[in-house]
């Protein structure tokens, strides 16, 4: 089973190179901002390569992602031979899937705006902030790397992970981008050992443990099948794995399961609600307790509705930046 890596394009594709390799999708930087949205902390596979370029992996390919006023421009890296009309297709809905273009964000903007001064305040400044429709699997097994832990170190262990137990697919400039690991990959007896040595501390445990739990008690499909079953219900079951909380759950049923009502609360969150909502929630407490976090996400869902994880991210996002 030897992966060849492709190397079709040993650079980093730049639109100003020319259009040619370049295909595109109608989309506005008020409905989409990626340096807004791939930073804010969703995934952590993407890296700004060019100026306004944003390479990563995303369903098992390279992609470099670029954008202007009413364009967002793509490459995929791959073999040329592959390439076909089905593909274009093909590669056009998995990028409106991963970004849910299907979801007008300047409608939302404007509902959670007419309800909430604090939104409307910030929202000229933060616009096109969405929220991604990752793979579950790697979404859970990233967040679980996440406890304690800061942007840019999870995302050097993120890649650490990918490169111990992914396929390599292709190199660029001297980096190679690997595929995220399978649950079977992750949930290896030898895994542990492997991530403490690569610095993963005790979160090697919780990953492999993880995966060994999903894969014996539950099966491969059981993660994605959490799609379909309410929020809460899909939350609790998250629970019940090593190393999943109720932040990281939020998480990922927010960013991979279809819940846009999940308000993941960090003390980030905490201080905002408390600083710029007056909310008097756990005023003597030191930290975030699970009813805490209900309640937060609670006051949020009441006031921006439905897709109150996507409002959340847009102010968590501009708190990032300050």
């Known amino acids: 089973n030897t ?23 109608p989309c506005t930087k008020s409905e989409l901002r990626l340096d807004l949205t791939l930073e804010c902390g969703q995934s952590f596979r993407w890296r700004e390569t060019a100026e306004g370029h944003w390479t990563g992996v995303m369903k098992g390919r390279v992609w470099t992602l670029t954008q202007t006023e009413d364009t967002l421009w793509f490459h995929v890296y791959e073999n040329q031979e592959r390439q076909s009309k089905t593909q274009d297709r093909e590669e056009k809905e998995m990028l409106r899937d991963y970004f849910q273009l299907d979801v007008n964000l300047g409608d939302l903007y404007k509902k959670w705006g007419d309800a909430d001064p604090h939104f409307r305040s910030i929202a000229n400044v933060f616009t096109g902030v969405r929220m991604l429709r990752q ?29 111990a137990l992914g396929t390599p697919l292709c190199k660029l400039d001297q980096t190679t981008y690997y595929s995220y690991p399978s649950l079977s990959a992750l949930s290896g007896s030898s895994v542990e050992a492997r991530l403490r040595d690569l610095g993963f501390g005790y979160r090697a445990r919780f990953l492999q443990q993880s995966a060994k739990q999903i894969q014996d008690a539950h099966g491969m499909q059981w993660l994605d099948g959490l799609r379909t079953v309410p929020y809460v219900q899909a939350r609790e079951a998250l629970r019940t794995l090593p190393g999943v909380g109720t932040k990281v759950a939020d998480c990922v049923c927010l960013m991979s399961l279809d819940k846009a009502e999940a308000v993941p609360v960090d003390t980030h969150v905490w201080q905002i609600a408390k600083r ?26 009441a006031l921006w509705g439905s897709y109150a994880g996507w409002a959340q991210s847009v102010l968590f996002c501009s708190d990032l930046k300050k």
């Open 3 to 25: 992966v060849r890596v492709w190397s079709i394009m040993a650079k980093h594709a730049v639109l100003s190179s020319g259009s040619k390799v370049w295909r595109s999708l």
């Open 135 to 163: 793979d579950p699997t790697e979404c859970l097994f990233s967040f679980i790397c996440t406890s304690n832990n800061h942007i840019s170190r999870i995302q050097g262990m993120v890649e650490r992970l990918c490169q």
């Open 276 to 301: 710029d909502y007056n909310c008097a929630f756990g005023n003597h407490q030191k930290s975030l307790t699970d009813k805490l976090h209900r309640d937060i996400g609670d006051f949020f869902r």
